[in-house]
């Protein structure tokens, strides 16, 4: 057992043979900052394979007492604020992420985007401000994607640049290395709230009116399909999670994605995440494999993460064969772009198909389209609710059930507005019937 200090009962993660060795107040290296050169020589001093056993408070207490020692028989001028700064960055560095990991730690922190070494930003209340934090170079932050990327059995390098993967809080990780990304390796990070936000909270954020909040819950529980439409960063899968909650738990739920950040409740719930190609270029796993299979499984409602590709078809397939209130994500700037993006999707895989085919397809699977919008003050907003009415000829149909009308700011520059709607009975309105929900619809387009 290595011990150091007065701490004889603690295992430590310090190499006691390099401890018991002299350190030269005068050894020559110009070019190294006092801070620079205790880091070095603490790091000489570590046994790596004991460090990462270490419960990370009980190794910062050890790295603190070390470089105390250090800093003190080599005389470098260090104030206790510095080398407590610089035993909580090795800290980190040897069982965490380095300098985001205090970032990590931040709940009102949403997104983080590593572009360099020295460009490191953050997302706080929907506005990107910059960090106050720094890599040593661009090998650390290289270091660190690789490091998030084993820890979800991923890899990352020049020969395979890209990865998506997922921490284990749940954050969202996306990393490119050189040679697509030209200034060196970058991270983007999107991390969720520990937090589970429901329609009441969204509610008291303003993202939506009591009323809004009142129909979508019907229309979870009468079991609509659902697709949730925004742009990156909109508060897609928020909204999906908030609309999950209100699943019942008898109910079996897939979910599908390519990397899994739902945070769903219910206890029958089967996960599915698609999977990159081997070292060989093989073994590869899309969601449109997954979607296939996940009709195999009889479940009741299926959810896709994110719909992009081929797999739209699939879905849609889903949502017409007995899997009602099937939910899923789709990059578009409104509910009627939504729709276009379908049909190009389902292209990509089928471009043999009639294009009143796939229209009839989406008329009679896609019940309502909700559109969140990030706006100017950084605040999410439901911005539109669409019904998707019927084919009329070659053309969808469709009707605003909830719709957001800018009203201004306030003096601190947040958006002001309200949520009006035309008060229609939808063309669903039979189904809201059947699940004894019809007048609850209509009272809360009165409400309104």
């Given at each position: ?5 007065r701490r ?7 190499n006691?043979?390099?401890?018991s ?7 020559k290296q ?5 801070a ?12 790596p394979?004991t ?18 020692d250090?800093?003190?028989r ?5 104030a ?8 909580e ?6 069982v965490?992420?380095?300098p985001?990991?205090?970032l990590?730690?931040d ?10 070494p ?16 720094r890599?040593?170079d ?9 490091k998030?990327a084993a820890?979800a ?34 991270i ?5 709230s520990?937090?589970?936000i429901?329609f ?16 979508l819950?019907i229309?979870?529980r ?18 999906l999670?908030?609309?999950?909650r209100?699943?019942?738990h ?10 899994a ?9 089967v996960w ?10 093989k073994?590869?796993?899309?969601q ?37 209130g099937s939910?899923c ?30 229209r ?8 309502i389209?909700?559109?969140i919008?990030?706006?100017?003050d ?24 909830f719709?957001f ?7 601190n ?11 229609m009975?939808?063309?669903f309105?039979d ?5 004894g929900?019809g007048d ?7 409400d309104?």
């Amino acid at each position: 057992m290595k011990t150091f200090g007065r701490r004889s009962d603690v295992p430590l993660a310090v190499n006691a043979t390099a401890v018991s060795q002299p350190v030269s107040p005068t050894a020559k290296q110009p070019a190294e900052s006092p801070a620079t050169r205790l880091r070095s020589q603490v790091m000489e001093r570590v046994d790596p394979v004991t460090a990462s056993v270490l419960p990370a408070t009980e190794l910062q207490i050890q790295l603190e007492a070390l470089v105390h020692d250090l800093a003190s028989r080599g005389r470098l001028e260090l104030a206790a604020h510095e080398q407590a700064r610089i035993a909580e960055e090795l800290a980190y560095d040897m069982v965490g992420y380095g300098p985001l990991e205090p970032l990590l730690r931040d709940d009102s922190i949403s997104d983080i985007m590593v572009n360099g070494p020295n460009h490191v930003f953050i997302e706080v209340r929907g506005k990107i401000h910059r960090a106050d934090i720094r890599f040593r170079d661009s090998a650390q932050v290289a270091t660190i994607g690789q490091k998030m990327a084993a820890a979800a059995g991923r890899r990352v390098d020049e020969s395979s640049p890209l990865v998506d993967c997922r921490l284990s809080d749940g954050s969202r990780v996306n990393v490119v290395f050189p040679p697509l990304a030209i200034d060196g390796a970058c991270i983007s990070i999107r991390k969720f709230s520990k937090k589970k936000i429901d329609f009441e909270a969204m509610v008291g954020f303003g993202s939506l009116s009591p009323a809004v909040a009142r129909v979508l819950e019907i229309a979870a529980r009468a079991r609509l399909n659902i697709v949730i439409s925004g742009g990156t960063g909109s508060g897609k899968t928020t909204m999906l999670n908030a609309l999950s909650r209100l699943i019942d738990h008898d109910e079996r739920v897939v979910t599908i994605e390519d990397a899994a950040e739902l945070q769903l409740q219910q206890p029958h719930v089967v996960w599915l995440e698609t999977r990159p190609a081997n070292l060989e270029g093989k073994g590869e796993i899309h969601q449109r494999e997954l979607i296939k299979n996940a009709l195999r499984m009889r479940p009741d409602r299926i959810i896709v993460g994110e719909v992009r590709g081929a797999e739209a078809f699939d879905m849609l397939q889903a949502m017409n064969t007995g899997h009602d209130g099937s939910i899923c994500t789709i990059h578009a700037n409104t509910t009627r772009d939504a729709l276009t993006r379908i049909e190009n999707m389902v292209q990509m895989g089928l471009a043999s198909l009639p294009v009143r085919a796939i229209r009839t397809q989406i008329a009679s699977a896609v019940d309502i389209i909700v559109q969140i919008q990030r706006m100017r003050d950084g605040g999410r907003r439901v911005a539109q609710i669409s019904e998707v009415a019927s084919l009329e000829g070659d053309v969808i149909t469709m009707n605003d059930i909830f719709t957001f009308e800018f009203g201004g700011e306030d003096r601190n520059g947040r958006i002001l507005g309200h949520w009006v709607t035309p008060g229609m009975r939808p063309n669903f309105h039979d189904r809201l019937q059947y699940f004894g929900l019809g007048d609850a619809w209509m009272r809360a387009l009165i409400d309104a």
